[in-house]
């Protein structure tokens, strides 16, 4: 099995008490099985506060409480479970969190994901050009596979080739993967309304967007930073391709998500890009409906 990361993987630290949109709050947790019976064999004060705050409902899951906490998240935004077992105590989901996984077959792909507040700021960080490490041999090496990997491969060096604007990257792009010209994202206000969200001040800059986006000025943020967000999307996204045949939607999606922030960063210039984009990927990438829905209109 080969296993791929991005060159700033293994920087990544969750930044705990500091994470204003901790991802212990909001979400319900599902408690995997092995996870499960190692808290129901704890007999200690600590097993007794875990079987208190678990619902047996199927999937069983951390009950939220006020504010929609996790209930072992405590007034620090440290996890008590940490804290007093370990991290050798979480269950699968606070494990793996914000890790996403890609396969192809004898092949995996591992990232971070966006809407995390840490992963968004240690991506946005880089300077030079991500490059993808590798662990281990892809063994059985699938003839489609390799081809789709090569044209990822080639939409990267398109979006990291420096000599050349944002823009005219992302129009080069699209050509390359043979996909529809998204066109200015505040034609699609109406689309992202439609769809499942998460938070008010989101529907207000979707607003905001629709009424102003086509007249703001570009803001000044240096292209590094939207090359990084290009080669996100397309890290995340572009394998998909291989349940679906189709590369030129994850492309113009990769050029959607970036066109949109920097109109929302030209529409509110006050808000870090790391939070807009936080905000962007919490909203949109961790819904599998959300996403099937913008692929399907990006065909
Ligand atoms: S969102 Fe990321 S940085 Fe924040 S608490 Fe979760 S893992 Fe840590």
Request: with cysteine.
């Amino acid at each position: 099995m080969l296993t791929v990361y991005p060159d700033y993987y293994p920087a990544f630290r969750c930044i705990a008490g500091a994470c204003r949109h901790s991802c212990c709050i909001g979400w319900e947790i599902d408690i995997d099985e092995e996870s499960l019976a190692r808290y129901k064999a704890m007999h200690d004060p600590l097993g007794e506060r875990l079987r208190r705050n678990i619902s047996a409902d199927d999937p069983p899951h951390f009950v939220l409480g006020e504010r929609e906490r996790c209930p072992f998240l405590n007034e620090r935004n440290l996890c008590d479970l940490i804290l007093e077992g370990g991290e050798g105590l979480l269950c699968q989901i606070c494990d793996d969190h914000p890790r996403f996984r890609n396969f192809l077959p004898g092949y995996t792909e591992i990232g971070l994901g966006l809407c995390c507040e840490g992963a968004a700021q240690l991506i946005l960080s880089q300077q030079e050009p991500v490059q993808l490490l590798s662990e281990g041999n892809w063994e059985e090496k699938d003839p489609d596979a390799e081809a789709l990997l090569a044209l990822r491969k080639q939409a990267f060096a398109i979006v990291q080739d420096r000599s050349l604007s944002i823009d005219k990257r992302m129009d080069k792009l699209l050509l390359l993967c043979q996909a529809c010209e998204p066109g200015h994202p505040a034609d699609w206000v109406d689309v992202f309304l439609e769809l499942e969200r998460l938070d008010e001040g989101w529907t207000a800059m979707l607003q905001k967007l629709e009424q102003d986006g086509k007249t703001i000025p570009v803001p000044d943020v240096p292209d590094v930073q939207w090359e990084q967000l290009l080669v996100y999307f397309l890290y995340r996204h572009f394998l998909t391709a291989w349940e679906d045949g189709d590369v030129g939607s994850k492309a113009g999606f990769a050029v959607l998500s970036v066109r949109l922030l920097r109109c929302l960063k030209g529409l509110f210039p006050q808000v870090e890009l790391a939070e807009l984009a936080r905000m962007y990927s919490a909203e949109i990438e961790y819904s599998n409906e959300n996403m099937d829905i913008l692929f399907d209109e990006l065909l």
